[in-house]
């Protein structure tokens, strides 16, 4: 068909961005390298026969804050919140749990009940209008910011934001749970802890806890990428899996938007020195190495209220968390890792059976197999949760990138998250979805806002386009 937009790559960021050129009338064509569409949403049988696992991206909390999602209502996506959005173990006491409701969770931090309500619980009482500011950097200032509260609550939480995690839990936090849940959450970013904005990565992940909670979608994630697809094709628009595009010579349509990475943009065309170097220079993250499980039963945490939880981060205290950090930002693999689980049965059983997944941080392009100290990290909260394994799944970096090339070196946040790379997205630029080829516009991880479910790359490039 001759169509007027071709989108490539078929993430969040490129259905988002397919759906709403359909939904302006253009005529889309949207092309997926792998068999299967959603990139990180893609869900497959990983383990065991009849097991839904998600390859990429479970928690869905980004979606439903996101402006560029949460208005969209989609056939076949139901949203399931498990009994608590997160929880942290520790070693010797009871784990730190992170309730919807910030004034329980803060309850449950003692000495450090003030500190979560002035620094989590502001950004969640900022609201919609901070998320969106946040998720859409370069968009209009959100009107609901106008508040006086809202912004009292904003301001206070971008007083924290600024600051490294490891800063902001000695300065602000006393105990060993309320500096722990900080760092567990500001690790989601996978940087050094002592690198600034870290506490505004784990903050505002926590607000989203108490806004709209982290649910899962009911059967697997790959639901919302079909969803989008069929949305996409009910307004007309081409869907067509196993096409990887290698030169934008190939695509012939006045608007093209490219849910790559950089690095394959560069190999794609021929761009302007200029804007070629700058690219070039765009830096990727660490990586993870990634193991889903297919369990008899659920995990035998000691704390059997950890069990309620639907994310899991294991690692114990601040410094611990920190120092694994640390080293994998230097280039090393942390012997004690900190690990980041998920158990999406705690929220919905209609996946098979007992599905688990865990990753920790590792050196970019590492080939080293962590199996190992994942597993201890969790056997140290959940004595016996080897016995409950049935079948495991590994993905390496290698393997993380050859199922979707946009995790370079198995970096699953499109690129380094720090403050440069928070600016220079991929390059600095009042419009940096825009290329200087006309028509041609990025829209992945790699631009603003950065990783996670939300859409909102994809929402800005189709918004400029269609300009
Ligand atoms: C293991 C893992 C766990 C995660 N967990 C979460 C989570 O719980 N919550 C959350 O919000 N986020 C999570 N994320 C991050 C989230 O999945 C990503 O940030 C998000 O999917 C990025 O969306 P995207 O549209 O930019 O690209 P992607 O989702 O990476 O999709 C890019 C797509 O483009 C295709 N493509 C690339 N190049 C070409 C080409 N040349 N031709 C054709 N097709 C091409 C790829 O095959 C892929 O399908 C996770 C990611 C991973 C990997």
Known sequence: MSVDAVVVGSGPNGLVAAVKLAEAGRRVLLLEAADAFGGGLRSAELTLPGLVHDVGATVMAMALASPALRDLKLKGVEYAHPPLPAAHPLDDRPAVLVHRDAGRTAAGLGRDAAAWRATAGAAARAGFPLVDLLLRPLGPWPAGLARPSALAAAARFGAAAALPATTLGRLAFRTVEGRAVLAGMAAHSLLDLRAPITSGYGLMLAATAHLVGWPVVRGGSQRLADALVARLRELG???????????????????????????????????????????????????????????????????????????????????????????????????????????????????????????????????????????????????????????????????????????????????????????????????????????????????????????????????????
């Open 237 to 467: 628009g081409e869907a067509v899996t196993g096409h990887r595009v290698r030169r934008l010579a190939e695509l012939d349509a006045e608007t093209v938007v490219l849910d790559v990475s950089p690095r394959q943009f560069l190999k794609m065309a021929d761009l302007p020195p200029a804007y070629r170097d700058r690219l070039a220079r765009f830096r990727h993250g660490p990586g993870v190495f990634k193991l889903d499980w297919a369990l008899d039963g659920p995990v035998p945490w000691r704390d059997p209220a950890v069990a309620g939880a639907g994310t899991v981060h294991l690692g114990g205290t601040m410094e611990e968390i920190a120092l694994s950090e640390a080293e994998t930002a230097a280039g090393r693999h942390s012997p004690r890792p900190y690990v980041l689980l998920v158990q999406p049965y705690a929220a919905d059983p209609t996946r098979g059976g007992h599905t688990l997944w865990a990753y920790c941080h590792v050196p970019n392009g590492s080939t080293v197999d962590m199996t190992g100290p994942i597993e201890a990290q969790i056997e140290r909260y959940a004595p016996g949760f080897r016995e409950r394994v049935l079948a495991r799944h590994a993905m390496g970096p290698a393997e993380l990138e050859a199922a979707n090339p946009n995790l370079v070196g198995g970096d699953i946040g499109g690129g380094l998250a720090s403050l440069g790379q928070f600016l220079k997205r991929p390059v600095w630029s009042p419009a940096p979805w825009r290329t200087p080829l006309r028509g041609v516009f990025l829209c992945s991880a790699s631009t603003p806002p950065g990783p996670g479910v939300h859409g909102v790359g994809g929402w800005q490039a189709a918004r400029l386009a269609l300009r």
